[in-house]
């Protein structure tokens, strides 16, 4: 299947699927491919490094606002001309933009994969960003922020990121907030697109039903007729860029500043639009350059929540009834990933659920897990990473995603990779990780609360 990067230092099984390949094109652009000749369609999903990290402090929200004026067109596609070539071949497109990258997709019929992808090509590298269409789009994003705004969920994630990652850019919302949203200008976007819109700062991911000799020339030829449409120099936003790398440390340098009692931030949000409380748990986790542990944290949660039986879930909500619903997950980021337990609970039990939740974090600090429960998790993990790489738009998706964070040596055999580091977790390595991640004295907390009528 997918792919690896030689970072992950396993010896990966061979597989029957055809290899993936990775490409550094003339144009800059980096190409991931992967065949999957038994389907009809192609997806494509094109990855690039702007992310919301690279805001500046005086535009937070820039990323995904540019995010939703790429659609807008270019001075030789109208606005929603892309959507309705997409949509008239019965595929489908979706955009979305986080912390360290945004990213555009389609999925079409094979046979128009030379047509569709030149549009989007030179939507990316030559964006109108006209005033009149940013002021019409600026309503569509305050709309978007006043929604998340309202969801008391939503307001409990974002403090609880701000509590974890402190004075780092992962502590800010994505979408931005509602002075820096109406203060962005369309000149100001236009010299950030300039900025980080370019070919070297994009992963083109493939997969589906076109060839490795095909995939490289259609990529090519997409980059090409997008060049040739105009230059993309121009000047380039240094002041953004370095007015948001300023306040950028890392998460790495924060924590080392920082005694784990000092980190025990609580906050609790009281809301009339909940009938039931809220926990949120958060833990600094591993990033990009620790992908095994990265890998284990996941099955640390898996652990944790997966299925009846697994130890919170029994617990807490078939043994005791404190909880409606217990998860727990491991968010993977460039420089350091957060590890989440969010519990939805009646009554005033907050601090007893707590209480169980640290004790089962103590418990797996102070006791190797039992071979067959660890054996149970390990299975259910692998399962569900094969199950979630069926489709072409998630093989596509995958591969453009590890490929941007890093994984540059890629081979064909990421997902027997991938299951190989889990069935090499022993219990000793699980020990020794929930003690350096999952501290129970260093953690941060949301609470959500209803309010009392």
């Given at each position: 299947?997918?792919?690896?990067?030689?970072?992950?230092?396993?010896?990966?099984?061979?597989?029957?699927?055809?290899?993936?390949?990775?490409?550094?094109?003339?144009?800059?652009?980096?190409?991931?491919?992967?065949?999957?000749?038994?389907?009809?369609?192609?997806?494509?999903?094109?990855?690039?490094?702007?992310?919301?990290?690279?805001?500046?402090?005086?535009?937070?929200?820039?990323?995904?606002?540019?995010?939703?004026?790429?659609?807008?067109?270019?001075?030789?596609?109208?606005?929603?001309?892309?959507?309705?070539?997409?949509?008239?071949?019965?595929?489908?497109?979706?955009?979305?933009?986080?912390?360290?990258?945004?990213?555009?997709?389609?999925?079409?019929?094979?046979?128009?994969?030379?047509?569709?992808?030149?549009?989007?090509?030179?939507?990316?590298?030559?964006?109108?960003?006209?005033?009149?269409?940013?002021?019409?789009?600026?309503?569509?994003?305050?709309?978007?922020?006043?929604?998340?705004?309202?969801?008391?969920?939503?307001?409990?994630?974002?403090?609880?990121?701000?509590?974890?990652?402190?004075?780092h850019s992962y502590s800010r919302p994505v979408i931005g907030t509602e002075e820096m949203i109406n203060e962005i200008t369309a000149e100001q976007m236009r010299e950030y697109h300039r900025s980080h819109y370019r070919p070297e700062q994009m992963t083109v991911a493939i997969a589906g039903a076109v060839n490795r000799e095909d995939a490289i020339k259609i990529v090519d030829a997409a980059f090409a007729s997008a060049n040739s449409y105009g230059s993309i120099g121009g000047k380039i936003g240094q002041g953004l860029a370095s007015a948001a790398n300023s306040q950028n440390i890392t998460v790495a340098e924060r924590l080392n500043l920082a005694q784990p009692s000092q980190r025990?931030?609580?906050?609790?949000?009281?809301?009339?639009?909940?009938?039931?409380?809220?926990?949120?748990?958060?833990?600094?986790?591993?990033?990009?350059?620790?992908?095994?542990?990265?890998?284990?944290?996941?099955?640390?949660?898996?652990?944790?929540?997966?299925?009846?039986?697994?130890?919170?879930?029994?617990?807490?909500?078939?043994?005791?009834?404190?909880?409606?619903?217990?998860?727990?997950?491991?968010?993977?980021?460039?420089?350091?990933?957060?590890?989440?337990?969010?519990?939805?609970?009646?009554?005033?039990?907050?601090?007893?659920?707590?209480?169980?939740?640290?004790?089962?974090?103590?418990?797996?600090?102070?006791?190797?897990?039992?071979?067959?429960?660890?054996?149970?998790?390990?299975?259910?993990?692998?399962?569900?990473?094969?199950?979630?790489?069926?489709?072409?738009?998630?093989?596509?998706?995958?591969?453009?995603?590890?490929?941007?964070?890093?994984?540059?040596?890629?081979?064909?055999?990421?997902?027997?990779?991938?299951?190989?580091?889990?069935?090499?977790?022993?219990?000793?390595?699980?020990?020794?990780?929930?003690?350096?991640?999952?501290?129970?004295?260093?953690?941060?907390?949301?609470?959500?609360?209803?309010?009392?009528?």
């Amino acid at each position: 299947m997918p792919i690896i990067c030689d970072r992950l230092k396993v010896n990966a099984l061979s597989t029957t699927a055809s290899p993936s390949t990775f490409l550094r094109l003339g144009n800059g652009v980096t190409l991931v491919h992967q065949e999957m000749p038994s389907v009809a369609v192609v997806s494509v999903d094109i990855w690039v490094k702007a992310g919301a990290v690279n805001d500046s402090d005086q535009a937070v929200g820039m990323a995904h606002f540019l995010e939703h004026m790429i659609f807008k067109g270019t001075e030789a596609i109208a606005a929603g001309e892309f959507d309705l070539l997409i949509e008239s071949d019965g595929g489908t497109s979706n955009a979305a933009t986080s912390h360290d990258y945004v990213h555009y997709s389609f999925t079409v019929n094979a046979s128009r994969l030379a047509v569709t992808l030149p549009y989007l090509c030179q939507m990316l590298l030559h964006a109108k960003i006209d005033d009149a269409e940013l002021e019409q789009e600026r309503l569509v994003v305050l709309e978007e922020l006043s929604q998340g705004v309202d969801d008391p969920d939503w307001k409990a994630h974002q403090h609880l990121m701000q509590s974890v990652y402190g004075e780092h850019s992962y502590s800010r919302p994505v979408i931005g907030t509602e002075e820096m949203i109406n203060e962005i200008t369309a000149e100001q976007m236009r010299e950030y697109h300039r900025s980080h819109y370019r070919p070297e700062q994009m992963t083109v991911a493939i997969a589906g039903a076109v060839n490795r000799e095909d995939a490289i020339k259609i990529v090519d030829a997409a980059f090409a007729s997008a060049n040739s449409y105009g230059s993309i120099g121009g000047k380039i936003g240094q002041g953004l860029a370095s007015a948001a790398n300023s306040q950028n440390i890392t998460v790495a340098e924060r924590l080392n500043l920082a005694q784990p009692s000092q980190r025990n931030y609580r906050h609790t949000i009281v809301s009339s639009q909940v009938q039931h409380s809220r926990l949120n748990l958060a833990w600094i986790g591993a990033d990009i350059q620790q992908i095994e542990e990265a890998i284990w944290l996941e099955l640390v949660a898996n652990i944790l929540t997966e299925g009846r039986s697994s130890r919170l879930i029994r617990e807490l909500r078939e043994e005791l009834g404190w909880v409606l619903d217990i998860d727990s997950s491991f968010a993977l980021r460039q420089e350091a990933g957060v590890f989440t337990i969010s519990a939805y609970l009646e009554g005033d039990r907050l601090e007893l659920v707590e209480s169980k939740i640290i004790s089962q974090i103590q418990d797996l600090i102070d006791q190797p897990i039992a071979i067959s429960e660890l054996n149970k998790a390990k299975r259910s993990l692998c399962n569900q990473f094969t199950f979630s790489l069926e489709a072409p738009s998630q093989v596509a998706s995958f591969l453009g995603y590890y490929s941007l964070m890093g994984c540059e040596n890629l081979c064909s055999n990421w997902s027997t990779a991938y299951c190989e580091i889990i069935r090499q977790a022993q219990p000793m390595d699980l020990q020794a990780l929930v003690k350096k991640y999952l501290a129970p004295d260093a953690y941060v907390v949301t609470n959500v609360i209803p309010a009392i009528s």
